[in-house]
């Protein structure tokens, strides 16, 4: 089915909520999943096949960081998808470089689920003059206020080699300083900014498309955010009136 | 002046003004009450008004590309607009509604007509889709080249009167049409992406819309022309020889009716930015209007008439609400005294800065009604000063964390700009009364008793007070070694803070953006923030059915198609119809 940025975001972030997000988690998860989405990147389906994760108990408790030198920290996820903590872990990276003398900050996070999750808030929080680096397996990004620079394993269709869930190693790293990121050896070029931009361009224009299978998953869970009708609620929750008069 | 933001969206910048204007800005612990939001009337500023006056000044072009409706007055009609960006379609379809089938309510499931806004020429393979998802509305599928869908139902108090009028060949009892407002009402008017809609960021790139609602009040405006159409046709064929046309001033005297519910008030909570921008161009206006330095020629002339025409207008404006219609009778009185003061001592309004004074005046004796009035009045004399800002209407709504602040900061951020929210006992079940939820009924946003209610452990966060008052007191709790630490460090371990932190981070420094009373209270009457709201819309004859929800009128006294463009098109706020 076609479906509006809106409804994705809306989806999302009810979906997250019901599954125990905290306000903010939920949102940071929704407008990731539809950033993806929007520009054609396999955000819904990284996001359905973590559900079951979601909704362990522990899915949204917090982090705790082990520094591991000057600029340096490590976060353990224990097979915790990147969704339940985008914003946090790169917001961390930052002030990490932000204390950094050299102005370099460097996070490593094992046991991570669906890492893609990390380049939308990634993208978010480069400012003008920086620069942040994103890799995990045979995927890594570079993300500049002016552009950005996506490399995977050659061979393989590009959201499937991003799309990759997991657990896996991750590094983050933001240079206060735009210091141009090298290319990594043996990885090739992976989508381009102006494909993203045209993928972006183009759901705007018609939409996007989803499969139906797991939008009724998501429709499910994010039901449970809305409190059951009643005629107490009918009367009380919302006034009422005769419309004939 | 105003400052714009990366998405091409400007946000008004007191910090831009001169000196003498921000001194005049009324500082948000006035105006972000309920009690104060519930008072505001509609400015010149306001989305309808800014849309008139657009579609003039641009020449919009409108041409009724198709009208088929039968002899009950069921069918079809499409409006084509040209713009300088490009082309839309309106149409709107008119279909049976039993009597017992209609209701103002969201949760309602039929409709006496149906409408859709949509990019570009409208085939005939989507108006024959549009004819079957739109009078389903919620339950129909959409386009993305689909931007704005609607529905309406007929007023049973003046619909039929006014065409049995037409088809008689006279025009209704304008004191009659005046008292009801409008031929049709409407209960719902989606936009922004809503079941496939398109996106608000497509509306924005295509470029014909540029400002907040602007489609969607665009939408209104033309169910106000399908009504017309739609009576006219009603009763020429009725009467084929006899009937006629609705005369300009009959048309003029007609808006549209819209209730509305509960939906508007977590709105403003939950789009700040949006809010603070909305608030911020009125009181800048004001403030600008407030500091012209000396009484200029014709302007207290003007200020005159535009004061008659308001207390005309009042007069006009019926409710068998208790708590209005006691509202609405001392502003009658408020004004009218005002008037014979003004009368009495014309030299009030010819001394240095007259209108800073009267809205000084104004402050310390006369009620919220009647300061906003004048308020609206003020800003009205001055459209050089003030119509710019109706373009810093939008925002890009992002909130960002700064991650190194420190929590002994932020705990001093609090104590300064949420301020506010620090002083209620929450622990007070009065203050934590109302639990905001959406229902599992059509999703219809509602307000539930906490403490009688079920469904309060998935309330909305829309108690802002509460939420910043708690991390404050989280805060306060933790020892004083551990403030040194950072927002970034805090959030890692304890992402439940995350949602309030932002906001408190990323609104601090705008400051309208938050309603400065306890939303939860069993204070808190939701109607004031609709109130609010539908002010900012163009709204007017505001006749609430209960504190949770209100009827109102658009764009009566507003231009029709063909005036549009006209010398005096835009002279149309706080409307009076003589008899």
Redesign the interface.
Known sequence: ???????IYRICQRALEGLGA????D??GAAAAVWLEARGLPGLALLAGDLERLGNPNA??????RMSGTGSAE?DADGRPAVA?P???V??L??LA??SPDGRGQLAIEHCRSPLFFLPAAV?VVSAGASLRLAWGDVAADIRADGLRIQIASGQPWPMALGEAGPLAVKLAYYRSATPAAPVPGLKPGPTEAQLTLAY?RS????VNVDDGLWQRLSTIA?R??????E???I??????D??? | MTKRTQDGAASPGPTAEPAAVQALMRPPDVVMRFARLGAFHATRLSFGRSLIRRMGRENWRFTRRLVEFDDRGFGRMVHEIETPKGRLSFVGFSNYLA?ED??????AEKWDAAFALSAGRLGEAALARLAEAAPRQEAG?Y??DELVLSRA?KS??LFETVAAALAAGRQPDLAEVVRVGYLM?TTAVYG???????????LW?DGIFSLPYEAEMLSVYLIREFSFALIEHIARRRNPAGAVPLSVKTKRALGIGN?T??GMAPFLIGHPKLFNNWIAARELALARVRAVPEPMPGKAKRFGQLLDRAIGHVSQWTTDDERQAARITVLAEELAALRDRLQRVPSLLERPRPWDALIAWAETELSPEAVELLASLVIELHPELVDDLAYSTGSDE?E??D??MSLAELKALIERAYDWALPPDYDNPKERHFFW?????K???????RFG???AE?EL?LGIGF?AASLHRALTRLPQTALVA????F????????????RIQSLAHLPYSEIRDNTLSDRCLPIDLLRCKLSIFGAAKFDP?????TRITFFQGAPTLEELGEPDADDWGFPYFPP
Do not use: C, H
Not at chain 1, 22 to 25: D, L, Q, S, V
């Open positions: 089915m076609q479906v509006s940025q809106f409804e905290p306000y903010g988690i949102r940071d949204f408790a917090g982090l705790t960081p976060l903590f914003g946090a872990a917001d961390f930052v002030l932000l204390r978010a361009d705007l224009q018609e939409g039901a955010v809305q409190v059951p009708a009643s107490v609620s009918r009380r929750g919302a006034g009422g009136g419309a004939n008069a | 009597d209609r209701t103002d309510r969201v949760i599928r386009a993305a139902n049973v108090r009402r922004n992406g809503k079941f496939g809609l398109g996106d608000l960021a497509r790139r209730a519910g509960l992002k960002r964390i991650p190194a939820y959406r229902s599992a009924e999703d219809e946003p509602r307000l539930g008793e209610e079920p469904g998935l966060p939420m950072s927002v970034a460090e959030l890692l371990e304890n992402p439940q803070w995350r949602g309030i932190l932002r059915k209960s504190d949770r929800w």
